[in-house]
Each structure stands twice: as structure tokens, then as C-alpha cells.
């Protein structure tokens, strides 16, 4: 047992710059300080791990102080050639769309003329060169630049697909050779074409991970394993579907860091609105949207900025996507019968401040979620609709009294996601964003507040309105943020209109 001494905190070095800049309150930084004790981890790691600071804001922390502890990793991936990185001596530690970390054992100014090519628009910064660091991550990169080829390349493949931000990979066998495709930013690209013994290889390899039946080819099958990433561990949920070439086998990539979802960085329209509605004492609010729409990132994000410490936050997914600590968070399991309503009245019991329900998809769960409000909690849910008004009805047609729905609704955000033009090339295409034209993803949104009841009998009888989704992707898109090409993928010909507005609107003023 270890002895259980009142907290001590030193809040000094980073933690103390960290608490003088904002970037975390004093009970989350004391909270990080007595883990520490425990762990002996770095305060910066623990944050970053708990979910209190993003990792580009530690990096800056470091970087703006240089603190002691900050010792730079190397990356798992670079665009840079691997002889070039021999010659030069050099360690590429991290890769942000605008900024190139490097270090070196030769002279700086040689380094960066050498490497600008590789970086167009990129700032490259020098950092302290690790030399344990060099051989393996030569070794790493030189793996990733020659392709995949042998067996010992599937950690390599996962580790690059990590490293690109793709959210799933698609291993897909054809009659002569298989396919392995990347989601990237919503949308699926290939990316090798292997040999089919390299694919029976890969497949066994990843169901004996995920712990599947190996010999099982026939039935569709679902499993899970974890990799380590520059000292971090990475999720992956693989699903397997038996083709008439071979199995498919799906990997979800759950990088809860590449997500690091801040509620203010989705681009959300209202969020100032959703943020006052899931702050009250009691209610229920909706994120809405298709599969796929970035709920769950919002209602993560909701959670990671609400007080964790002060509050009691129980939240059951089917199933949990992303740890967020300091909450409970339960999976659905049909094995033995656990559901999202039983769950629900455990959390009630158990002296809870805000439930989360992953998805309101029947009566049963909808009538919990609207009792859980109505004995003074805020529940926040997500709902498979694409419009505020179609909330309404959904809630409606699942049997919620028109008089609970005026009682309890306070607010729905309605969202979708839209791919945004890398900054870097402006759409052409570069290393930064993998030749795609576009570098991120940005929300576009709706969203209602409800005040009263009066608000929502208004709103569910059409007479309220607010800017649609529709009209702020349209908004996104004539600031210049995203293409008529990404529009009409998202709205199909609905956003044709919009569209030829826009080009009328530019020809006019070329003509004047
Ligand atoms: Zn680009």
C-alpha cells in the first residue's frame, strides 16, 4: 500500500508556465502533479495523455521556455529521402502542415537548403539531435520509403497509416492482387498494391493480433489490438467481411492525439451556444448528423472542456471510441445483455452530474434520456438526423411527449464534415497533404437553442428558422475555405445552386 500523503506541488518549470499561460487550470495541473507521484511520468506527458492540453500546445510550451524535460522524438515518417537524411545526419522529429522539427550533427544552414525542397512553405526548426535516436529511425524510415515488401512491414504499415492521420485501412484482395487503401480526411485512397501471399501474410498477422479465429474465413468477424507510437499506444478495431475474393479486413485507426478535439478548433457554427446549453444544470442535448459526421469528436471534445474533476460524467457507448479521463465510461455489451437504458439507470444511481448516451436509437433509450433530464442532469446524446426540426420529429416518433420535449430540450447541433483546402498548396497538391489538395476537415453545422418551451412548440411547428447546415457549408465554401468540388461530394446536386451563384457572382466581377 502505498503511503497516502497530503498532495505536495511544485509548480514550477513547465508545470508553472503552463498554469502562468492558461493553458490548464490549478486542480487539473495538481491532479497531473499527484499522477506523476505515482507514475513518474513527464507533467507534460500526463496532460497531454488525460486529455488537458493538446500536444501542439505542449510542444509549444517546450519550445517557448525549453525546458529541460523535453526531449524530442522521432517521427515515424518523413517525405525526405532516406539517403539524404544519412548524409546529412539528419532526425526528422515532427511534421505539422506549417512546420518541419528537425536536428542534425552537421552545419544548420547546409541542412536547410537540402531539406527546403521536401518542406515547400514549412518552417524548419532545429532541435537537439539524440544520437541514440539516429540508427533506429533510419531504419524506420528507410522500411517506409521502400514500400511494403517483406512480412515484418505490417507494424510499418499501420505506423504510416498513424502517421498520415488516416482514420481506417482498407485491405481489399482482387482475383491477381490485393489492395491496401487509406482513408484520409473522409475519403478512401490507394495506396500499395501487394502481392496475394503478401496479403494471406498480412491478414493472418492482424487477426492473430486482433484475436480472431485464423481459420475461420467464412463468417464476418470484429477484434481489436493496440500499437505503440513514439511511446504512446493507438487503438485499432479491425472487422473482417467474407468476399467472394478473399477477406476484407477493415482497420479503424482510433488515434485519440490526432483527434485531440478541441471544441473550438471543429469550425462548429454556435458553438458558443452549445457550450452555454451543455453548462446548464439539467436538459438534453443533441448532436446530430449522419455516420461518420464528427459526433462523436464534438460530444469528446464537449466532455474533454467540461469541469472532469468537479463534475460526475458517466457516458455509455456501443462502443467507447475515445478514453477521456476522469469520466466513466461503459461499453455496450448485447453478450450479456447490457444496454443503453440499463446503463443509464445504473448512472443515476451512482450520483452522476452529466450522462452521455452514445446514440438515442430506440424508445426505450429515448424515454431514459428524457427521464435522466427531467431528475436534474444534462444528458447529451447524439441522434442519427440530418435537420433541427427533424430532431424534433425523431424524438416524437420514438414516443417523447410534446410536453417532456418542451421541458427538457435545450439545445441540437446539426453537423456534417467538409475537407478544407491545404494551406500549403492552396489545392494543388504537395507532400503535406499527401497529394490530396486538402488538409484538414472542418465542421459545417446548425444548431438551436431552446430557452423555453414556447421556443421548441415554435420550432417543432416550422415557425422558428436558423442558419441551416447547408447554408453555412455554402458560407465555408465562398470564404474560401473548402471547393465546389468538396460541396457537391457532400450535398450532390443540391449544391449546384450555391455553386453557379458563386461563379456568376465572380465572372460579373472579372467583366467590370
Ligand atoms: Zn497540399
Redesign the pocket.
Known sequence: MPELSPLTTSRTGLAGYLLDQGLVSKPVLDAALAEQRVTGEPVGAILVRNGFLARIDLHRAEAAEDFADSIPEAAGATAIPVELLERYSIIVSQETATELQLSTLVDEVVVRAAVEPYCPGKTVRFVSFVPDQFEPFLDTITREQRGLTSRKDIDQLLLTAIGQGASDIHIVPRPVSCSVLFRLLGVRRLMYDVPLDLYQTIVAQIKDRASMDLAERRLPQDGRFEVKLQGRSVDLRVATVPSIDGEIVVIRILDAEQVAPVLDRLGLSGVETWRDAVNLQNGLCLVCGPTGSGKTTTLNATLREMDRLGKAIYSIEDPVEYRVSYTGQVNVNSAIKLDFAQTVRAFMRADPDVIVLGEIRDEETAKIAVRAADTGHIVLATLHTGSVTGAIDRLRNLGISPFDLRNQLRVVMVQTLLRTI?P??LGA??T??HDL?Y?ARTAASECAVFRDGAEVAAAAKGQRSWPSLFDDAVAKYRSGLTTAAELRRVFGSAADAAIGTVSALASRKGRA
Open positions: 491545404c500549403s498548396c497538391g504537395c503535406a497533404c489538395g488538409g
